[in-house]
């Protein structure tokens, strides 16, 4: 089994920071690309950003300059520090990872259970 866990959401003001964890556990032989999603309500799931297990970094354009992504690979974790949040960053931030399992010849997405972020004006 594989296991994707969350932390670091919650409510801040406008402005203020946040930094978001996500840990992969289980029988995982390798980890390609780690990344975030958010869903807002009544909107689709949309790629916040992404790192490659090389460390290149992709992030969607609204974010760019605010949001750093960076991953630990010895510890299975990928990170996100949320700086100069906005009231549109609210939305339930997702924790996805490319992994092979041990014994799989192929590598496919995991999601996390996802951790709410709340942004007030």
């Known amino acids: 089994q594989v296991q994707l866990v969350e932390s670091g959401g919650g409510l801040v003001q406008a402005g203020g920071s946040l930094r978001l964890s996500c840990a992969a556990s289980?029988?995982?032989?390798?980890?390609?690309?780690m990344g975030w999603y958010r869903q807002a309500p009544g909107k689709q799931r949309e790629l916040v950003a992404a790192?490659?297990?090389?460390?290149?970094?992709n992030y969607a354009d609204s974010v760019k300059g605010r949001f750093t992504i960076s991953r630990d690979n010895a510890k299975n974790t990928v990170y996100m520090q949320m700086n100069s949040l906005k009231p549109e960053d609210t939305a339930v931030y997702y924790c996805?990872?490319?992994?092979?399992?041990?014994?799989?010849?192929?590598?496919?997405?995991?999601w996390g259970q996802g951790t709410q972020v709340t942004v007030s004006s």
């Open positions: 996805n990872a490319n992994l092979r399992r041990r014994a799989m010849t192929q590598a496919r997405d995991y």
């Open positions: 289980g029988s995982i032989f390798s980890i390609n690309a």
């Open positions: 790192i490659t297990s090389g460390g290149n970094t």
